[in-house]
Nanobody, 111 residues
Framework: QVQLVESGGGLVQPGGSLRLSCVAS????????MTWVRQAPGKGLEWVST???????RYADSVKGRFTISRDNRKNTLYLQMNSLKPEDTAVYYC?????RGQGTQVTVSS
């Protein structure tokens, strides 16, 4: 049974940083492509980033150069390092595999 548990969200000022984590279980994590998506208030899901293999990360234009996706296969954990945060990054962030998501973690960027 696939389980994805996100953490690391919070309230941060514009220009600040956060690192999100997603602990995965129930499938061979080290072989899986993993994705971060987000949902802002009143909007649909938005793709943020996907990692292929060990460190081949792809990014939405809106976060390119500010966010970094990574993984630790020893810990079955996916990360999203978010720097230079903007108010428009405010959303619930989910890690996703094959359409399945965890409960999400709230990120709020506000002064």
């Amino acid at each position: 049974q696939v389980q994805l548990v996100e953490s690391g969200g919070g309230l941060v000022q514009p220009g600040g940083s956060l690192r999100l984590s997603c602990v995965a279980s129930g499938f061979p994590f080290r072989f899986a492509s993993m994705t971060w998506v987000r949902q802002a208030p009143g909007k649909g899901l938005e793709w943020v980033s996907t990692i292929y293999g060990i460190n081949d990360g792809r990014y939405a234009d809106s976060v390119k150069g500010r966010f970094t996706i990574s993984r630790d296969n020893r810990k079955n954990t996916l990360y999203l390092q978010m720097n230079s945060l903007k108010p428009e990054d405010t959303a619930v962030y989910y890690c996703q595999k094959d359409g399945m998501r965890g409960q999400g973690t709230q990120v709020t960027v506000s002064s």
